[in-house]
């Protein structure tokens, strides 16, 4: 098996052929995960194993490049014993998924097939989201006035003239963790919890802002898109992260359905059986 | 700008096979000599900025599609390179042609060009929104002096530049809407699949091929009178003929047919997306004849012509079970009889031209009749769903059709519609099953044996081996008990004895005239009762050890060692051979006994038929394999006794038990074995070095591709058949050689097998329907017994409820019962196909495979293997649930000791069910179980606080509104509550409260 530090099973191979589902999973979400997918696909995967990412242990701090993230996936275990036919990417793992089945590629002599659900690039803007993501589910938790203050703090780190992705990305887990403080003074929850509440930011930050150093144009090309209505919405809006992912979109399969529910819907499943053979 | 109904159904259907160009349109040009690209360049900036309609840019805006039109100044048309490097040039227009267009804005014509030895070519491809067939021979009218003008320096001719608007459907009349609605009004379009080609899934096939046939001098002539004789013009008596064909061929028979009209009016030269596919519904009665079907397709034909300009895309949404998915099109069939465009001299920049053919590579429909007025010749498209056989049959089909409408346009389509002189070459050749008999009786058979080989061995039980000539004084003996007891002729008298002892027993009911009922001792004595009682049976005939009820209403029970010693013998009854000979009991529904009668004809010829294919002879030994009391039990027996070989009697165990088999076999020459339905054929793969050379006859539904390619691996010769219980065993068989073919055979010796329409009209060969069989073997019946209806061809004949096809070797193919065939979510599934899976797994001796309804509707499959000998690991029947492909996969497979079993020993498919029922609800129960738990209701009750949704056992914190602060929170409480520390990995881990308290008690 592939490095086990590295991986999580969702199913165990039964034959020599693995399909790689790249996804930050550890983030208790709302949005379906390849689990679901696969348990969705039921018997016409059966025939393959199946691996999702674990992410490395890596500090914000530590800077890593993009090519750390996909090193410590295919660094170690049998990867010769087996043959990878597919890459999955969720999201911004669909960067990595690309830089992955890339190197693959190389290695076993066959280019896996790479799909993509929902695929964005890194930007600001979207490191700057996930600050007012956290003052929506805090809720009444922060006055007006502290939400407004981290917005705005938001927007300044963000539009810093010529700050880099990893610089901004530190500055918004410093304002998360300021702004988690607050919160959990205030619902009475020990720092150990906020502390492990920002880890989990960062860990996500570091996923995000080392994604953009990869350039996914090639990679992307070749693939097979999935995408939901949501995605469709924020493209009509100009979102960058889209819009920038779309211009280098292969074939693309547009559905009726929400982001979140876009690894576990029936039309999901229906696309993948009619499109995508491996 | 919004788009129309018609324009987004195109853009639907698109979306069903993305990244194809099932849409596109191509035209080709070459010219002899070469062409400017400049001059291109400039000639197609001027063709597009004059026609609005090839500047209209489309849009896709979430679920809705929008279109806007490029201003003149602003759009360009590149012109790539066109890549000619394909095997031809044809090939490589139509792969330009295909590449998809985006609905983002950007044009949709695309312009190729390359030079080419033989002539420049040009390459147009267009998107089916602005363009049609029509608009090709109108681009051409528009370009080509554009071009000669720019390329010779000219000015461009002043109408050539006068801007052309796009032309703008007319708004949806509301009298063609009613009038659409009026023709559609209860129509399902489910009833449109063919009888040939793949089922209907849920993935679209429509990659596309064409077939053509010149009519023959017969059909053209057969048209001409046609239209007079029924007074309708060329395009009805085509679009009656085509609808006739379908119709036979298992569409409709209400049937709705597309056909595209041009609706540009007196808009002539309009390019642009102006046909509307109208669709005309025929009610085909093929009772009828011709004449009818001919004027009612007239009609339907002008009144859709009438409302044309309305397209009925505009109906989207209404009519009830229409859509525009693959599976719920209005139609499936397009007729496309259009006349040919004149053709003219093209000539380009003083070049002479020709317009090359660029095929779309996709058929949005199942078929299409394209033809022309003026053509003797029709075109075929098809998708997929099709094979090229299929539809070339059906072009000789169509041609026949009109011949034999115009014989007589008053006959009922019904005697000749779907026939061509190949189908009945072929059909005729396998009803050649006439054979005389070499002995009218099993009997007469066994007795010629007795007289040509009295020492020969007849049947060898155990230790005890019985020649011919014993074997016939026994039977005088049971013959003369028989006449002591008052037996005569006609009377029924039941065997009840050991096998060995049986085949004498039988003999002498036979020699006596009377009709024997074979009973299994093993059987329930209740069972026994009704049996005896049901056949009014006059005597019993009794073997060593066996014990009938004790009943004063019961007949008298014979035993058959009170049969006196040989010595004078009993006058012999000549039996009639059509006379009834043997008496097979099923259970019926309320458990009584339900009896199938053979003739002694239909067991001779079956027998007699069977020594031959599988070579049964002197020596051949037997094995007596089926259980007691069904017909396959006599038929193992007389197939080695009328062909001077030896029954070979093993023990019950060898049926299951390879060992046992294996010892039995290997002592007595065993070179034909017959594989008793129910039983798996697998357990002969164990007879290991016996098996070179064995021949097998097994049947060929529960056979297993695994098992046949081992048996045919280790040398055997394998032959399958299918019979029902109503005839004589077998009714079909043939030779197999690939194990992954279906198995297929032709009918035994004087057996007809037929394929049937449910309305019992014969199917020609490659369509599906219900297998018929007339001959000998049949059962005698009630002359009102559904099962057995009479055919004016055929006669008394069978309904056997099987699934079936001729092939065009004139063998028929079996594809299952039509009762087993069930729809489930994943597809049609074959339950005689999973059982055949699961018996072909080691340790498995039965296997039942049952449809259980579902409350959502639909079925799911539940299997039960019957593994008396649980082994330790105990994954053999998990195993097995991997053996069929995917939509075979049974929902569940349940394993038993001992499958629940009717009094005649076939699995009790209500008991079944009930366990079944069973099984499936387990998991709910487990969960149920989960709630009672008080560390689970705590977790509930956290749950319930933070979430604003009502919590259950089984409720996902974060797909239910949580997030990583909330689980901050969710974490904290439950440390509160339990006095554990949990990392915020662990809830993510273990969403739900049954989940998380595991965790916290692991």
């Given at each position: 098996?592939?490095?086990?530090n590295?991986?999580s099973?969702i199913?165990?191979?039964?034959?020599?052929?693995?399909?790689?589902?790249?996804?930050?999973?550890?983030?208790?979400?709302?949005?379906a995960?390849?689990?679901?997918?696969?348990?969705?696909?039921?018997?016409?995967w059966?025939?393959h194993g199946?691996?999702?990412?674990?992410?490395p242990?890596?500090r914000?701090a530590?800077r890593?490049?993009?090519?750390?993230?996909?090193?410590?996936?295919?660094r170690d275990?049998?990867?010769?014993e087996?043959?990878?036919?597919?890459?999955?990417?969720?999201?911004?793992?669909?960067v990595y998924a690309?830089?992955?089945?890339?190197?693959?590629?190389?290695r076993?002599?066959?280019?896996?097939?790479?799909?993509?659900?929902?695929?964005?690039?890194?930007?600001?803007?979207?490191?700057?989201?996930e600050?007012h993501?956290?003052?929506?589910?805090?809720?009444?938790?922060?006055?007006a006035d502290?939400a407004?203050h981290?917005?705005?703090?938001?927007?300044?780190?963000?539009?810093?003239?010529?700050i880099?992705?990893?610089?901004?990305?530190?500055?918004?887990?410093?304002?998360?963790?300021?702004?988690a403080?607050?919160?959990?003074?205030?619902?009475?929850?020990?720092?150990?919890?906020r502390?492990?509440?920002?880890?989990?930011?960062?860990?996500y930050?570091?996923?995000?802002?080392?994604a953009?150093?990869?350039?996914?144009s090639?990679a992307?090309?070749?693939?097979?898109?999935?995408?939901?209505?949501?995605?469709?919405e924020?493209?009509r809006?100009?979102?960058?992260?889209?819009v920038?992912?779309?211009?280098?979109?292969?074939?693309?399969?547009?559905?009726?359905?929400?982001?979140?529910?876009l690894?576990?819907?029936?039309?999901?499943?229906?696309?993948l059986?009619?499109?995508?053979?491996f | 700008m919004?788009?129309?109904?018609?324009?987004?159904a195109?853009?639907?259907?698109?979306?069903?096979v993305?990244?194809?160009?099932?849409?596109?349109l191509g035209?080709?040009?070459?010219v002899?000599?070469?062409?400017?690209?400049?001059?291109l360049?400039?000639?197609l900036?001027?063709?597009a900025?004059r026609?609005?309609?090839?500047?209209?840019?489309?849009?896709?805006?979430?679920?809705?599609?929008v279109?806007?039109?490029?201003?003149?100044?602003?759009?360009?048309?590149?012109?790539?390179?066109?890549d000619?490097?394909?095997?031809?040039?044809?090939?490589?227009l139509?792969?330009?042609?295909?590449?998809?267009?985006?609905?983002?804005?950007?044009?949709?014509?695309r312009?190729?060009?390359?030079?080419?030895?033989?002539?420049?070519?040009?390459?147009?491809?267009?998107?089916h929104?602005?363009?049609d067939?029509v608009?090709?021979?109108?681009?051409?009218?528009?370009?080509?002096?554009?071009?000669?003008?720019?390329?010779a320096?000219r000015?461009?001719?002043?109408?050539?530049?006068?801007?052309?608007?796009?032309l703008?459907?007319?708004?949806?009349?509301?009298?063609?809407?009613a009038?659409?609605?009026?023709?559609?009004?209860?129509?399902q379009?489910?009833?449109?699949?063919?009888w040939?080609?793949t089922?209907?899934?849920?993935?679209?096939?429509l990659a596309?091929?064409?077939?053509?046939?010149?009519?023959?001098?017969g059909?053209?002539?057969a048209?001409v009178?046609?239209?007079?004789?029924?007074?309708?013009?060329?395009?009805?008596?085509?679009?009656?003929?085509?609808?006739?064909?379908?119709?036979?061929?298992?569409?409709?028979?209400d049937?709705?047919?597309?056909?595209?009209?041009?609706v540009?009016?007196?808009?002539?030269?309009?390019?642009?997306?102006?046909?509307?596919v109208?669709p005309?519904?025929?009610?085909?009665?093929?009772?009828e004849?011709?004449?009818?079907?001919a004027?009612?397709?007239?009609?339907a034909?002008?009144?859709?012509?009438?409302?044309?300009?309305?397209?009925?895309?505009?109906?989207?949404?209404?009519?009830?079970g229409?859509?525009?998915?693959?599976?719920?099109?209005?139609?499936?069939?397009?007729?496309?009889?259009?006349?040919?465009?004149?053709?003219?001299?093209l000539?380009?920049?003083?070049?002479?031209?020709?317009?090359l053919t660029?095929?779309?590579?996709?058929?949005?429909?199942?078929?299409?009749?394209?033809?022309?007025?003026?053509?003797a010749e029709?075109?075929?498209?098809?998708s997929e769903?099709?094979?090229?056989?299929?539809?070339?049959?059906m072009l000789?089909?169509?041609?026949?059709?009109?011949v034999?409408?115009?014989?007589?346009?008053?006959?009922?389509?019904?005697?000749?519609?779907?026939w061509?002189?190949?189908?009945?070459?072929?059909t005729?050749?396998?009803?050649?099953?006439?054979?005389?008999?070499?002995?009218?009786t099993?009997?007469?058979?066994f007795?010629?044996?007795?007289?040509?080989?009295?020492?020969?061995?007849?049947?060898?039980d155990?230790e005890r081996?019985?020649?011919?000539r014993?074997?016939?004084?026994?039977?005088?003996?049971?013959?003369a008990?028989?006449?002591?007891?008052?037996?005569?002729?006609?009377?029924?008298?039941?065997?009840?004895?050991?096998?060995?002892?049986?085949?004498?027993?039988?003999?002498?009911?036979?020699?006596?005239?009377?009709?024997?009922?074979?009973?299994?001792?093993?059987?329930?004595?209740?069972?026994?009762?009704?049996?005896?009682t049901?056949?009014?049976?006059?005597?019993?005939?009794?073997g060593?050890?066996?014990?009938?009820p004790a009943?004063?209403?019961?007949?008298?029970?014979?035993?058959?060692?009170?049969?006196?010693?040989p010595?004078?013998?009993?006058?012999?009854?000549?039996?009639?051979?059509?006379?009834?000979a043997?008496?097979?009991?099923?259970c019926?529904?309320?458990?009584q006994p339900?009896?199938?009668v053979l003739s002694?004809?239909?067991?001779a010829?079956?027998?007699g038929?069977f020594?031959?294919?599988?070579?049964?002879?002197?020596?051949?030994?037997?094995?007596?394999?089926?259980?007691?009391?069904?017909?396959?039990a006599?038929?193992?027996?007389?197939?080695?006794?009328?062909?001077?070989?030896?029954?070979?009697?093993?023990?019950d165990?060898?049926?299951?038990d390879?060992?046992?088999l294996?010892?039995?076999?290997?002592?007595?020459?065993?070179?034909?074995?017959?594989?008793?339905?129910?039983?798996?054929?697998?357990?002969l793969?164990?007879?290991?070095d016996q098996l070179?050379?064995?021949?097998?006859?097994?049947?060929?539904?529960?056979l297993s591709?695994?098992?046949?390619g081992?048996?045919?691996?280790?040398?055997c010769?394998?032959?399958?058949?299918?019979?029902?219980?109503?005839?004589?065993?077998?009714?079909?068989?043939?030779r197999l050689?690939?194990?992954?073919?279906?198995?297929?055979?032709?009918?035994?010796?004087?057996?007809?097998?037929?394929?049937?329409?449910?309305?019992?009209?014969?199917?020609?060969?490659?369509?599906r329907?219900?297998?018929?069989?007339?001959?000998?073997?049949?059962?005698?019946?009630?002359?009102?017994?559904?099962?057995?209806?009479t055919?004016?061809?055929?006669g008394?004949?069978?309904r056997?409820?099987?699934?079936?096809?001729?092939?065009p070797?004139?063998?028929?193919?079996?594809?299952?019962?039509?009762?087993?065939?069930?729809?489930?979510?994943?597809?049609?599934?074959d339950?005689?196909?999973?059982?055949a899976?699961?018996?072909g797994?080691?340790?498995?001796?039965?296997?039942?495979?049952?449809?259980?309804?579902?409350?959502?509707?639909?079925?799911?499959?539940?299997a039960?293997?019957e593994t008396?000998?649980?082994?330790?690991?105990?994954?053999?029947?998990?195993?097995?649930?991997d053996?069929?492909?995917?939509p075979?996969?049974?929902?569940?497979?349940v394993?038993?000791?001992?499958?629940?079993?009717?009094?005649?020993?076939r699995?009790?498919?209500?008991a079944?069910?009930?366990?079944?029922?069973?099984?499936?609800?387990?998991?709910?129960?487990?969960?149920?179980?989960?709630?009672?738990?008080?560390?689970?209701r705590d977790l509930?009750?956290?749950?319930g606080?933070?979430?604003?949704?009502?919590?259950t056992?089984?409720?996902?914190?974060?797909a239910?509104?949580?997030h990583?602060?909330l689980?901050?929170v969710?974490?904290?409480?439950?440390?509160?509550?339990?006095?554990?520390?949990?990392?915020?990995?662990?809830?993510?881990?273990?969403?739900t409260?049954?989940?998380?308290?595991a965790?916290?008690?692991?």
């Amino acid at each position: 098996m592939p490095n086990e530090n590295a991986w999580s099973v969702i199913t165990a191979p039964p034959s020599k052929s693995l399909i790689l589902g790249i996804d930050f999973p550890a983030a208790g979400r709302r949005e379906a995960g390849f689990e679901d997918l696969a348990g969705k696909m039921g018997a016409a995967w059966a025939g393959h194993g199946f691996l999702q990412t674990t992410p490395p242990p890596v500090r914000l701090a530590d800077r890593p490049a993009g090519d750390y993230y996909t090193d410590f996936w295919l660094r170690d275990g049998a990867w010769d014993e087996y043959e990878v036919v597919a890459v999955l990417g969720y999201c911004v793992g669909g960067v990595y998924a690309g830089e992955i089945a890339e190197r693959l590629a190389q290695r076993q002599g066959k280019a896996p097939k790479v799909i993509l659900f929902d695929a964005q690039v890194t930007d600001l803007q979207l490191l700057e989201s996930e600050i007012h993501k956290m003052i929506g589910l805090a809720g009444p938790v922060f006055s007006a006035d502290e939400a407004e203050h981290a917005r705005k703090r938001a927007a300044e780190i963000v539009g810093t003239p010529s700050i880099g992705l990893i610089e901004a990305a530190v500055d918004i887990v410093d304002l998360y963790r300021e702004m988690a403080s607050i919160a959990f003074q205030r619902i009475g929850l020990s720092d150990s919890r906020r502390d492990e509440v920002v880890r989990l930011f960062e860990s996500y930050m570091t996923w995000l802002s080392a994604a953009s150093q990869i350039d996914p144009s090639r990679a992307w090309g070749g693939s097979l898109s999935i995408t939901s209505s949501d995605y469709a919405e924020l493209e009509r809006s100009g979102a960058a992260t889209v819009v920038n992912a779309t211009k280098v979109l292969g074939r693309r399969i547009e559905l009726e359905i929400g982001h979140v529910d876009l690894l576990r819907d029936d039309s999901t499943v229906r696309a993948l059986l009619d499109s995508a053979e491996f | 700008m919004k788009t129309s109904s018609k324009e987004k159904a195109l853009w639907l259907l698109e979306q069903l096979v993305p990244g194809t160009g099932v849409n596109n349109l191509g035209l080709g040009l070459q010219v002899s000599g070469r062409l400017r690209p400049d001059a291109l360049r400039a000639a197609l900036a001027i063709v597009a900025g004059r026609f609005e309609v090839l500047r209209t840019v489309y849009r896709t805006a979430g679920a809705d599609l929008v279109k806007e039109v490029v201003p003149a100044g602003e759009f360009a048309v590149e012109i790539e390179p066109l890549d000619l490097s394909g095997g031809s040039l044809e090939g490589d227009l139509t792969a330009f042609a295909d590449r998809p267009f985006r609905f983002d804005g950007r044009p949709l014509v695309r312009v190729g060009f390359a030079t080419h030895p033989d002539g420049d070519v040009l390459c147009v491809a267009v998107h089916h929104l602005v363009f049609d067939m029509v608009s090709v021979g109108l681009f051409l009218q528009a370009f080509i002096p554009v071009y000669d003008a720019v390329a010779a320096g000219r000015p461009v001719p002043a109408q050539a530049t006068v801007p052309a608007p796009a032309l703008a459907e007319p708004e949806p009349r509301p009298a063609d809407l009613a009038y659409w609605r009026e023709v559609l009004e209860g129509f399902q379009p489910g009833g449109l699949d063919l009888w040939c080609g793949t089922p209907r899934g849920r993935q679209p096939k429509l990659a596309g091929e064409s077939a053509s046939r010149a009519l023959s001098a017969g059909a053209q002539q057969a048209v001409v009178q046609l239209q007079r004789a029924v007074r309708a013009p060329l395009g009805a008596v085509m679009l009656a003929a085509y609808a006739a064909l379908l119709a036979s061929h298992g569409a409709g028979p209400d049937l709705v047919v597309g056909s595209p009209v041009n609706v540009r009016g007196a808009n002539t030269a309009a390019i642009g997306y102006h046909v509307n596919v109208v669709p005309i519904r025929i009610r085909v009665d093929l009772a009828e004849g011709f004449r009818a079907l001919a004027r009612q397709a007239r009609d339907a034909f002008l009144g859709a012509m009438a409302h044309a300009d309305t397209p009925v895309d505009e109906l989207t949404g209404e009519l009830a079970g229409i859509g525009t998915s693959w599976q719920t099109q209005l139609f499936r069939h397009l007729f496309n009889f259009l006349p040919q465009a004149p053709a003219v001299e093209l000539s380009v920049d003083g070049m002479a031209a020709r317009v090359l053919t660029v095929e779309n590579p996709h058929s949005k429909f199942d078929l299409e009749l394209v033809g022309s007025p003026s053509r003797a010749e029709v075109v075929f498209r098809y998708s997929e769903t099709l094979a090229r056989a299929d539809v070339e049959a059906m072009l000789d089909r169509f041609d026949a059709l009109l011949v034999a409408a115009a014989q007589d346009p008053d006959r009922p389509l019904g005697e000749t519609a779907g026939w061509s002189d190949a189908d009945r070459r072929i059909t005729g050749r396998a009803h050649g099953t006439a054979a005389p008999t070499a002995h009218p009786t099993v009997l007469a058979a066994f007795r010629s044996w007795v007289a040509r080989t009295p020492a020969a061995p007849a049947v060898i039980d155990g230790e005890r081996t019985v020649s011919y000539r014993q074997l016939d004084a026994t039977a005088a003996a049971v013959r003369a008990l028989l006449a002591d007891a008052g037996v005569r002729a006609g009377d029924t008298v039941a065997v009840a004895a050991p096998r060995g002892e049986a085949i004498a027993a039988v003999l002498g009911v036979w020699r006596a005239g009377a009709v024997c009922l074979p009973l299994d001792p093993g059987h329930d004595p209740s069972w026994l009762t009704r049996q005896l009682t049901h056949a009014r049976v006059k005597a019993v005939l009794t073997g060593t050890g066996v014990q009938l009820p004790a009943d004063d209403d019961l007949p008298p029970a014979l035993p058959l060692a009170d049969a006196p010693a040989p010595g004078p013998a009993a006058p012999e009854e000549a039996g009639e051979p059509t006379a009834p000979a043997c008496l097979i009991h099923t259970c019926g529904e309320a458990g009584q006994p339900v009896a199938t009668v053979l003739s002694h004809a239909g067991i001779a010829d079956t027998v007699g038929h069977f020594a031959a294919e599988l070579g049964v002879g002197p020596g051949s030994g037997v094995p007596a394999l089926a259980a007691p009391a069904t017909f396959d039990a006599l038929f193992d027996v007389f197939l080695a006794l009328s062909a001077g070989g030896h029954c070979v009697v093993v023990p019950d165990a060898a049926r299951t038990d390879a060992a046992a088999l294996r010892s039995a076999a290997g002592r007595h020459d065993v070179t034909v074995a017959v594989v008793p339905p129910g039983t798996p054929a697998r357990i002969l793969a164990d007879l290991a070095d016996q098996l070179p050379g064995l021949t097998v006859l097994a049947d060929g539904d529960e056979l297993s591709a695994g098992t046949a390619g081992r048996l045919l691996a280790a040398g055997c010769r394998l032959h399958c058949g299918y019979g029902t219980p109503q005839t004589t065993g077998w009714a079909l068989s043939g030779r197999l050689d690939d194990p992954d073919e279906p198995p297929r055979g032709r009918p035994v010796a004087n057996t007809r097998a037929y394929v049937a329409a449910p309305d019992g009209r014969e199917l020609p060969i490659g369509l599906r329907g219900e297998l018929r069989l007339a001959g000998t073997g049949l059962a005698l019946s009630d002359p009102d017994d559904p099962a057995f209806p009479t055919d004016p061809r055929y006669g008394r004949h069978h309904r056997t409820g099987e699934l079936a096809r001729r092939r065009p070797d004139g063998t028929v193919e079996w594809l299952g019962r039509m009762d087993r065939q069930v729809a489930t979510g994943d597809g049609p599934v074959d339950l005689g196909h999973v059982e055949a899976v699961l018996l072909g797994h080691p340790g498995v001796t039965a296997a039942a495979a049952l449809a259980v309804p579902q409350p959502g509707g639909g079925d799911t499959v539940v299997a039960f293997a019957e593994t008396p000998m649980p082994t330790p690991t105990s994954t053999d029947a998990d195993a097995a649930a991997d053996g069929p492909a995917a939509p075979g996969v049974p929902g569940q497979v349940v394993r038993l000791a001992e499958l629940p079993r009717t009094p005649d020993g076939r699995p009790d498919r209500d008991a079944l069910l009930a366990i079944a029922r069973k099984a499936l609800d387990q998991g709910t129960d487990q969960q149920d179980q989960a709630a009672d738990d008080a560390l689970v209701r705590d977790l509930v009750e956290i749950w319930g606080q933070l979430l604003t949704v009502e919590a259950t056992a089984q409720t996902d914190f974060f797909a239910s509104g949580g997030h990583s602060l909330l689980a901050a929170v969710l974490a904290q409480k439950i440390e509160e509550l339990t006095g554990t520390s949990l990392e915020l990995g662990e809830v993510f881990k273990h969403p739900t409260p049954t989940a998380l308290a595991a965790r916290l008690r692991a």
